[in-house]
């Protein structure tokens, strides 16, 4: 059985970082969007990559971002991989992706008129687009973008995109294991369901978030 990957995002404090990694989690997120109650700077992200172990994925988080802007962060935080969450075309992410070297996920915000038709034409139009597409990562459509815990129906999602995917938007403690066990996607990610405050993790759930996912997994 295919494990299903784990995602923190919105991480801002070194302790947190600790317990997203000791939780067994496989890629860690960093807002670089001003707006966010989870943003941090370049100069911030880097201290909390520098304590991010091997194997465990550094994920830079961009809304509407410049590529000048993206590779300010780049030469300041070693991140592994970028996460494009605002309007941006497929070509403009392509281009930042390729003048910064990394690979990319897409976000795909869902609206209730959303398709599976759409996510498909989607996932194809990024892959023709740039070999540095890694995938795309389903969220919840909301006027601030991201990280708002916020749920879409999962029911949109095509069973044959289902183990490539990130599955994102709302998810909690008590309903990932419910989330795996519908739609079996590649990943999991989550950001307000483990918070104490915005911005703020709680490593109780994170470790119970993890726990949830691996129980989801043995059943599968
Ligand atoms: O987390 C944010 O504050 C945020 C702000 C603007 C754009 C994206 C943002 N987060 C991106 C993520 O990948 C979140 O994990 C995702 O939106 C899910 O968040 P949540 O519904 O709170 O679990």
Do not use: H, N
């Given at each position: ?44 992200a880097g201290a909390l990559m520098s304590a991010v172990p091997p194997f465990v994925s550094t994920v830079a988080l961009f809304v509407n971002a410049s590529i000048d802007e993206v590779r300010a962060v780049a030469a300041v935080a070693p991140f592994a991989q970028l996460q494009f969450h605002g309007d941006e075309t497929v070509e403009q992410c392509a ?126």
């Open positions: 059985m295919q494990r299903t990957r784990i995602k923190i995002c919105g991480l801002t404090r070194p302790q947190d970082v600790q317990a997203a990694v000791a939780a067994g989690a496989d890629a860690l997120g960093f807002v670089f969007y001003a707006k966010s109650p989870r943003y941090v700077t370049a100069a911030q281009a930042i992706a390729a003048a910064v070297g990394k690979p990319f996920m897409r976000v795909l915000r869902v609206r209730p008129e959303t398709s599976g038709a759409d996510l498909l034409a989607e996932e194809a139009l990024c892959r023709a687009a740039s070999p540095l597409f890694s995938g795309l990562l389903l969220d919840t459509f909301v006027d601030a973008y991201g990280g708002a815990g916020k749920v879409f129906d999962w029911g949109v999602i095509p069973a044959g995109l289902a183990p490539r995917v990130v599955l994102s938007g709302g998810l909690t403690v008590d309903s990932v294991a419910g989330a795996v066990r519908q739609v079996r996607p590649y990943a999991v990610d989550i950001s307000s369901g483990v918070e104490q405050a915005k911005g703020i993790k709680d490593g109780a759930k994170i470790d119970a978030f993890a726990a949830a996912v691996r129980m989801a997994d043995r059943e599968g």
